[in-house]
């Protein structure tokens, strides 16, 4: 069964203090894998797309990496404004135009 | 653009009654989706159209829940009968795959519907 599994559940962080969060898939033959951003009351709003292993992209604070069986979404030096739910996601094998999702971490920044 | 917009953004209704969202997808986007998202089970799939046409509705709970794409720039979803166990937020989503395109996904703000 094609799964995405996001760990950790919930991640507090003080501010400017790095970390990484986890996205697990089993997709046989990935097409493309997704990250997104939902604050609380609002859609998922869109931040990277990474198609094959090695492939990094970057936007402020955050690097999103991916190999073969995960990918990273890396924040450095976050800020208060970056909490939020981040939600991973990847096409469907069956159909490119579908995404499954992972459950999302909760990432919350202290000042 | 506008974005995805969705109507109504809070729908409050008793228990048996008929609910009915309402999305307008970003323009130019062939692809539209509704999803379901609570604490429990996340962000689930109900159904996806591509040029108006339904393509998979295996996401679809029951025969209380339909959805129409009459035309390019709007869609529905109707529940009727509503039960308390539809209460979630229901989004919208429109992708497009035309040339250069990278399926994407892009969501609008969603409806938060309550049934008591």
């Known amino acids: 069964e094609d799964q995405v599994t996001q760990s950790p559940e919930a991640l507090r962080l003080q501010e400017g203090e790095s970390s990484s969060l986890n996205c697990s898939y089993t997709v046989s033959g990935l097409r493309g894998l997704f990250w997104y951003r939902q604050d609380p009351g609002k859609g998922p709003e869109f931040l990277f797309t990474l198609y094959s292993a090695g492939e990094e992209k970057e936007k402020e604070r955050l690097k999103a990496t991916l190999t073969k069986k995960e990918s990273f979404l890396h924040i450095t030096a976050p800020k208060p404004e970056d909490s939020a739910t981040y939600l991973c996601?990847?096409?469907?094998?069956?159909?490119?135009?579908?995404?499954?999702f992972g459950s999302g971490t909760r990432l919350s920044i202290r000042p | 653009d506008a974005g995805v917009i969705q109507s109504p953004r809070h729908e409050v209704t008793e228990m048996g009654q008929e609910v009915t969202l309402r999305c307008k997808p970003i323009?130019?986007?062939?692809?539209l989706f509704w999803y379901r998202q609570t604490m429990m089970r996340g962000l689930e799939l109900l159904i996806y159209f591509n040029n108006n046409v339904p393509i998979d509705d295996s996401g679809m709970p029951e025969d209380r829940f339909s959805a129409k794409m009459p035309n390019a720039s709007f869609s529905t979803l109707k529940i009727q009968p509503s039960e308390p166990r539809d209460s979630a937020v229901y989004f919208c989503?429109?992708?497009?795959?035309?040339?250069?395109?990278?399926?994407?996904?892009?969501f609008g703000p969603g409806t938060r519907l309550t049934v008591t």
């Open positions: 996601a990847v096409q469907a094998p069956s159909s490119a135009s579908k995404i499954i």
């Open positions: 323009s130019g986007h062939d692809y």
């Open positions: 989503a429109s992708s497009s795959t035309g040339q250069g395109a990278s399926y994407e996904q892009y």
